[in-house]
Structure formats: C-alpha cells, structure tokens
C-alpha cells in the first residue's frame, strides 16, 4: 500500500491496525457515494409544499392570501385548504393561492394545504398565521367617531313575527372604512334576529343615510361592519364594538 496513503489512514484512525482502517475507511467513503446518488437519482415523482403568506389584495386586513410553493411534478394536481376555525376560498381547486380569513374574534389559526393527484394526498404542509392586530388597531383608529342612529324607529311589539313588517332607517354621523356594511337586528323575546333577512346586509348611501325594512319586535338594533363580517341569524347578545364591529346603537321600539 502507498505510504502516504498508509499515513493518512493512521492520522484518521491512529488507535486501529492497517486492515480495520482500510475497512472503516471503505465503508464510509461507500456511504458518502451512495448519499450523493441518493441525492442527484432520488424520486422524480416526489412532491414538496412550501406556504407562503402576504396581505390580501384590497384594505381587509383580516384576510391573507397564502400561496403553496411546490416542487415535483404539477401534472393533476388539486389543492385542498383547509383551516382550524377560518375560512379559505376557495377550499378546493387546481391553483395553488387562496384566501384566508380570520373567524370572527379569532387572531391566530393554522392553515394546512393537501396537494391531490387522483385519488392520492401526495404531499401536506401548514402553516401558522397571526392576525396584524397593529395594523387592525391603525385602521380602527380611522373610523373612530363614527356613531349610528336609528331615526325611524318600528313600534314597539315584544314578541313580533313573520308576519309584523315596518320600516326602519337612520343616518351614520362620521366617515366609516370604505367597504362597510350595516346590519339590523331585531328583538323578539331573549333573541335578537337579523332583518329583513339573513345575509342581507345594507349599503350606506352617498347622504350618510340607511332604510330597510323589518320584522317587528321589542327593540332593535343597527351595527356598521367592516368586509367580511360574518353576521349570526341569530344572537343572545350583541357584539361589542371592536374588531369587525366599527359601530352600534340599540333602541326601544316606539310605544
């Protein structure tokens, strides 16, 4: 064996004889080959996934928008979203972004993406996401002030009906965030229900000022929301003012 070589197996392994530092030698220098084949002839069929988050488009800040990042091959792949107490849009497609948004309340969630080729998850990631609640804070701070009164107020029927209509408006004193909604309540026994109907939230017009029409009850209420307010059909309490909620009066229906 070359001298030199010898010397260089015995400063590797200066405790062994010649024919065990030849072995260790080979078998490690075995393993590195096979880690670098591993590594350059690995499954050309292996998907990865990667999440990435940004701001969503537009001014609502309770939205993300969360963009898989994958390596492997792309060829019928189908994205799944999925979220712990949030919502995602959409929830299934072949493109690799959606749209995240915060459930009401909430400022933390988890977000996991399942990449689908026929029948098969072949790769899977999540990520964590923290609301901006500075930036939230920042926004609030631009619609303080704005105040909502209802000026034609229903009469006054503790336990209404589907079958009692009146005519309810008022005026919104202050700019409220662009994208604001106002959604009205009324009070039949301990419940408060939304009118006219679910999912029908009202516009604020040029003039600052709001009419609808409602079920009648013992008191009612109006709240000026910003997008993506999911509104309850029906409540034990009101909301608070904060977060979605910008504003909020309650009146007594008129006797």
């Keep these: 064996m070359n001298e030199?070589?010898?010397?260089?197996?015995?400063?590797?392994?200066?405790?062994?004889?010649?024919?065990?530092?030849?072995?260790?030698?080979?078998?490690?220098?075995?393993?590195?080959?096979?880690?670098?084949?591993?590594?350059?002839?690995?499954?050309?069929?292996l998907v990865q996934?990667?999440?990435?988050?940004?701001?969503?488009?537009?001014?609502?800040?309770?939205?993300?928008?969360?963009?898989?990042?994958?390596?492997?091959?792309?060829?019928?792949?189908?994205?799944?979203?999925?979220?712990?107490?949030?919502?995602?849009?959409?929830?299934?497609?072949?493109?690799?972004?959606?749209?995240?948004?915060f459930a009401?309340?909430?400022?933390?969630?988890?977000?996991?993406?399942?990449?689908?080729?026929?029948?098969?998850v072949v790769a899977r990631n999540d990520i964590d996401v923290t609301l901006d609640e500075e930036r939230l804070r920042v926004e609030s701070e631009r619609v303080i002030g704005v105040k909502i009164e209802i000026t034609n107020i229903p009469p006054y029927q503790p336990y209404g009906g589907d079958k009692t209509h009146a005519d309810i408006g008022g005026d919104v004193d202050g700019k409220a965030a662009s994208g604001c909604k106002i959604f009205v309540y009324a009070r039949a026994g301990d419940t408060w229900y939304i009118q006219p109907m679910a999912d029908s939230p009202l516009t604020i017009r040029p003039d600052n000022t709001w009419t609808s029409w409602t079920h009648t009850g013992s008191s009612y209420a109006a709240l000026i929301v910003r997008p993506g307010y999911d509104a309850p059909s029906r409540l034990d309490l009101l909301p608070p003012i904060g977060g979605y909620v910008v504003g909020r009066t309650v009146v007594e229906g008129r006797k």
């Design 4 to 45: 030199s070589f010898n010397q260089f197996l015995l400063s590797l392994f200066p405790s062994m004889n010649l024919r065990r530092r030849c072995t260790i030698f080979c078998f490690q220098f075995l393993a590195v080959i096979a880690t670098i084949f591993a590594a350059g002839c690995g499954d050309r069929n």
């Design 104 to 120: 009401e309340n909430a400022t933390r969630d988890r977000v996991t993406v399942e990449l689908w080729r026929d029948d098969k």
């Design 49 to 101: 996934v990667q999440l990435h988050t940004r701001p969503s488009p537009g001014k609502d800040l309770l939205r993300l928008e969360i963009q898989a990042q994958v390596t492997g091959p792309l060829t019928g792949i189908r994205y799944r979203w999925f979220s712990v107490s949030g919502g995602c849009e959409p929830q299934e497609s072949d493109s690799p972004i959606t749209t995240f948004k």
